[in-house]
């Protein structure tokens, strides 16, 4: 019954959503490619850093401390924030059968959020990063960000809004959840943390909430928010198990923001934060399991470039709810803690998975969005075995490296200096790996310029 | 789902639940923490940070030290951190009360330094920090933006630094830290947790208790 309704009738490719004003979509999907690229670039020279530490250490701008926190902003606030809205509002547009209203503001907040983002990493150069993972946009550079978020979230919330069917889909409950909770978190985590900071360890409990929440509460939806709504329309089939979709939504909601206590586990915090962390990482697994029933026909084969990046992104993103399920239990964290499985869970999660399922998303919604194919079915081909390529030497070293770092920590007899040199020949892989993903990405950028370009030549600056 | 003002209700819910579980939840057993007083010493601890100290904590958190250090020891026989010397007790959290910019830190691609000050048997004085943070070591670079190397005028400064080898100053020449490193090395040295709070006295090991048990 409900899994009957789950396409609504949309026979043309191209509706009134694109006719009557593309420019907010193309504009924020043009800003998200363009720092994928940058976030890439300092991706690239952190890795470097890694291996040799000399590298750019005499420069107060660009050492590891700052390079990291760069690329990471770049990728977060920058890639997936763009392009995740652009997918967003350009769904909730169609589904809502209207062309976006409030494009000027969409518009107006895509660049200040854009203009936000560059002040910010700026700012993380020359006066110093905040130090809170996902957070460390310097403080007056904050407020920027929510306010301009505000102005790109109106034409959302206004196509929801004003939907002219009662029935959503699942697509529509996570878009509107991703345009709704980023401002509540993100406010939140400002003012207890740099205006009016919390004291001592509730400092790191504040953050923990906060990057865990980013992630599931933001970053999740608006990559699910594509998945679900491209997956059916390029298979032409309805997803399977639809009717456990409304539990996977609410289970990820409810629970997800519980899960970032699991980065605290020994640490100087109530023991309760990681134990509710550890059990509720185990529940979100309902979520991760209904996400593979409804969605797993994108690996049904067939379905062109978009598939495969969903397909791809999708097996990241369940795998991550695994490994983050895994990592959490206490005699796993006890080794894993603090080395580079840390951070090939982040890799997988967010640059594999949730990245992953924006990018094929992006490569259904482009060719609609400017009603001709992309410039070159070379040059997306490329992207695809690059990407795979990438992700997998940085995951595979990222792992490897990892589980030898949490071995010789857990050794007191083992140095620093030996521990070093173990990870040297890792970490030069993760440099490889970032390395071949930055190419990928450079050729969805050219890709990306040669359909626009494509499209102004024949149709004029009129976009 | 139909009801646009059930989905809304519903995300705000969902976020209140999840902040005020884990925030308001932590709040209300931190956030009141108070200081130790000990009868014996005559005073309470944690002791407060000196301003430059202070400071140093802003210029560590500006130059995102914690993305390679940590600032917590975890308790004996939770990983090797007691064995490692990087601290005799597990961090509590009333070691950081006072901290305007607490620093955990998740990644330890350098030593922990919660109780870097208070290393057994010495730890490194200021110093041995300044030419560490000058010609780095093993996987640390060197930061020689946190020094000037000028021309001597007069004496040499009494914070020169004492090099040797290839980081030696040039003859003529002498590389003093700039406020940032002194701040950074002050509050390199105020990270002790050498006072031994009760909450973080191990739990006494049931050794006794369990030798009857053991048969043979």
Request: proline share 5%; aromatic share 10%.
């Amino acid at each position: 019954m409900i899994t009957a309704s789950t396409q609504p009738a949309e026979s043309a490719e191209v509706t009134v959503v694109e006719t009557a004003g593309r420019c907010p979509f193309l504009l924020l999907i043009a800003s998200g490619v363009l720092w994928l690229v940058v976030s890439g670039i300092l991706a690239v020279i952190s890795s470097v850093q890694l291996v040799n530490p000399g590298v750019l250490a005499d420069c107060s701008l660009f050492t590891y401390g700052h390079t990291s926190a760069m690329a990471e902003s770049a990728f977060i606030y920058g890639w997936v924030g763009n392009t995740g809205l652009a997918i967003a509002l350009w769904m909730l547009a169609r589904l809502s059968g209207e062309p976006l209203r409030a494009p000027n503001w969409v518009l107006v907040g895509t660049a200040f959020w854009n203009l936000g983002l560059l002040l910010g990493l700026i700012g993380i150069a020359a006066t110093g990063a905040t130090a809170v993972p996902f957070l460390e946009l310097p403080r007056m550079i904050q407020p920027i960000m929510l306010f301009s978020y505000g102005a790109i979230a109106v034409g959302g919330v206004l196509a929801w809004t004003g939907r002219r069917r009662d029935q959503m889909f699942a697509a529509q409950w996570y878009a509107v959840a991703a345009l709704f909770l980023f401002p509540w978190i993100f406010s939140a985590a400002q003012i207890m943390l740099f205006w009016f900071p919390v004291r001592g360890t509730l400092q790191a409990v504040v953050g923990g909430w906060y990057a865990q929440s980013l992630w599931t509460l933001w970053m999740a939806p608006l990559a699910l928010a594509g998945a679900y709504y491209v997956i059916p329309r390029i298979t032409g089939k309805v997803l399977p198990s639809y009717d456990t979709a409304l539990t996977g939504f609410w289970t990820l909601l409810f629970v997800g923001g519980f899960t970032g206590g699991r980065h605290l586990i020994g640490g100087p915090v109530p023991a309760w934060i990681s134990s509710l962390a550890i059990v509720t990482a185990f529940v979100l697994l309902v979520h991760y399991f209904i996400i593979w029933l409804n969605l797993r026909s994108a690996w049904s084969g067939g379905g062109g470039t978009a598939l495969k990046f969903i397909g791809l992104g999708l097996f990241a993103y369940l795998l991550s709810g695994l490994f983050d399920a895994i990592t959490a239990t206490r005699g796993v964290a006890e080794l894993t803690q603090f080395t580079l499985i840390d951070t090939a869970q982040v890799e997988l999660g967010v640059v594999a998975g949730i990245s992953l399922l924006l990018t094929g998303a992006l490569y259904f919604a482009v060719p609609r969005l400017l009603n001709r194919p992309w410039a070159s079915s070379g040059l997306i081909s490329g992207h695809l075995v690059l990407t795979i390529l990438g992700l997998a030497i940085a995951l595979a070293s990222l792992v490897a490296g990892g589980w030898t770092q949490a071995h010789d920590l857990a050794d007191p007899k083992v140095s620093f200096g030996t521990i070093a040199d173990h990870l040297r020949p890792w970490l030069t892989g993760v440099g490889i790996g970032q390395a071949i993903l930055l190419l990928g990405n450079l050729l969805l950028a050219f890709n990306l310029a040669g359909t626009v370009a494509a499209t102004v030549r024949e149709e004029g600056v009129q976009l | 789902m139909k009801n646009g003002a059930l989905l809304f209700l519903g995300l705000l819910a969902a976020v209140l639940v999840s902040w005020a579980g884990v925030v308001l939840g932590a709040n209300g057993q931190l956030g009141h923490l108070s200081p130790y007083y000990d009868d014996g010493d005559s005073q309470a601890y944690p002791l407060r940070l000196p301003g430059i100290a202070a400071a140093g904590q802003l210029v560590y958190r500006d130059l995102n030290c914690a993305a390679c250090h940590t600032q917590q020891v975890r308790r004996d026989g939770f990983g090797s951190d007691i064995a490692r010397g990087w601290g005799e007790r597990q961090s509590v959290a009333r070691d950081y009360i006072y901290q305007p910019a607490v620093q955990l830190g998740q990644s330890r691609l350098g030593p922990d330094l919660a109780n870097l000050a208070g290393r057994k048997p010495t730890p490194l004085d200021a110093s041995d920090l300044y030419a560490l943070l000058y010609e780095g070591h093993g996987a640390m670079p060197g930061y020689a933006f946190l020094f000037d190397d000028h021309k001597v005028i007069g004496q040499v400064s009494d914070q020169a630094l004492q090099l040797v080898g290839r980081y030696k100053a040039l003859p003529g020449r002498e590389i003093v830290p700039t406020r940032r490193a002194q701040e950074l090395v002050a509050y390199l040295l105020s990270l002790n947790s050498g006072y031994d709070y009760p909450e973080a006295k191990a739990v006494a090991a049931p050794m006794p208790e369990k030798k009857p048990e053991v048969k043979k």
